[in-house]
Nanobody, 126 residues
Framework: QVQLVESGGGSVQAGSPMRLSCKVTIDNFQIYDVGWYRQAPGAQRELVGVITAGGFANYLDPVRGRVTIARDNAKNTVELTSNSLKPEDSAVYYC????????????????????WGRGTQVTVSS
């Protein structure tokens, strides 16, 4: 059974360090893209950043340079860190793992799929 368990977050002051962690229970973690989405009240869920299975990282423009996402394929974890959060970064942050295109690995076909964590609230005060 696939599980994504987030930790970290809470209330932080602008500019304070923050770390979100996500422990993923899934076979062959290394073949999945991983990352974080966020959703503020009244807004659509948006992609904060992703690291592909091949190690390519991309970020939402407003957070680029302020947020770092890292993956550890040995530990099946995804982390988001920042030292420069702003009040507008306040949202529920969701960890995800996914496959965009049908893939084949170790004799198994993997269809496109996305798995989500339950989300963790981040509130940034000025």
């Amino acid at each position: 059974q696939v599980q994504l368990v987030e930790s970290g977050g809470g209330s932080v002051q602008a500019g304070s360090p923050m770390r979100l962690s996500c422990k993923v229970t899934i076979d062959n973690f290394q073949i999945y893209d991983v990352g974080w989405y966020r959703q503020a009240p009244g807004a659509q869920r948006e992609l904060v950043g992703v690291i592909t299975a091949g190690g390519f990282a991309n970020y939402l423009d407003p957070v680029r340079g302020r947020v770092t996402i890292a993956r550890d394929n040995a530990k099946n974890t995804v982390e988001l860190t920042s030292n420069s959060l702003k009040p507008e970064d306040s949202a529920v942050y969701y960890c995800y793992v996914g496959i965009k295109v049908p893939s084949y690995f170790n004799g198994v076909n993997y269809p496109p799929v996305t798995y989500w964590g339950r989300g963790t609230q981040v509130t940034v005060s000025s």
